[in-house]
């Protein structure tokens, strides 16, 4: 029997407008959507009302499908020649294992294709007047994860991001950023290196706290900050105030 093909997509950041053409094609044409927890559920609508549709959330902590149960879905689903959209947050290929899961569709020989989409660390900034570049205060760029596989992202070089790149876009950083913090303090980076936290970035939940390396997690404490947020590190930071743009649910608060 042929088996049917996967599209492996990019939702996006949260703002349903902000998803591609392309991946409301496919939703509109699959059979089976498998679909994760930061999609918005708004985006769903694209498909066909008769299509199969599957939670497959995870919560620090909690992963309520694993990622093996979501490989087997996949391969699972595939049979009978059905047409899966999997559908996940941001960009399949940044953070979003969607490599592994690509991985495992070769494996078995599925036909596959990756649908990229706008990623929290360059979308988030932007709708908090954040660019992440910037021709006088930031040539280079580096995103990283705030979350290694023990817990703390003990395996990233922090010496090499504290002197070698301008602005630092962490995700899933949050519950890790008084470690993040004290390592790149201890690699060098000064101390009144500016920093935003973005939570939910791009939704009509967005809430944008400033500070700097030595107050920031003072602020996020003080105002119960929560996933999913951007933690975003370098003097491009200090535009925000400038550039601010999007109406946000909570009136911007700004810190020294």
């Known amino acids: 029997m ?18 591609t053409v392309k991946a409301t094609k496919c939703l509109a044409e699959a059979d089976v959507i498998l679909y994760d927890r930061l999609v918005n559920r708004e985006l769903l609508l694209y498909g066909k009302p008769e299509a199969e549709y599957i939670y497959c959330g995870k919560e620090p902590g909690n992963h309520r499908v694993s990622q093996e149960e979501i490989h087997q879905l996949l391969i699972s689903k595939s049979i009978g020649g059905k047409t899966i959209v999997r559908l996940k947050g941001g960009d399949p290929f940044i953070f979003g294992r969607g490599g592994e899961e690509a991985e495992v569709l070769v494996k078995h020989g599925i036909q596959f294709e990756i649908i990229p989409g706008i990623t929290s660390g360059i979308a988030a900034p932007a709708y908090a007047g954040i660019p992440v570049t910037h021709r006088e205060l930031g040539s280079s760029f580096a995103i990283v994860t705030g979350h290694g596989v023990t817990g703390k992202p003990d395996n990233i070089n922090w010496h090499h991001l ?3 790149v301008d602005t630092i876009a ?9 470690y993040i913090c004290k390592q790149l303090r201890s690699c060098g980076k ?5 920093v935003a936290v973005i939570e939910q970035g791009t939704t009509g939940f967005q809430r944008t706290f400033t500070g700097t390396i030595d107050s920031i997690v003072a602020i996020v404490t003080k105002e119960q900050v929560a996933n999913p947020a951007m933690i975003v590190i370098g003097e491009v930071v200090n535009l925000s105030a400038k550039l601010s743009w999007f109406s946000e649910n909570t009136k911007e608060k700004e810190f020294a």
């Not at 042929?2 to 998803?19: E, M, R």
């Not at 000064?190 to 500016?194: F, P």
């Open 2 to 19: 042929k088996k049917g093909k996967v599209y492996i997509v990019g939702a996006g950041p949260g703002d349903p407008d902000l998803i």
């Open 170 to 178: 962490i995700y899933m950083g949050i519950k890790n950023l008084p």
């Open 162 to 164: 504290a002197h070698g």
């Open 190 to 194: 000064k101390a009144e290196t500016a």
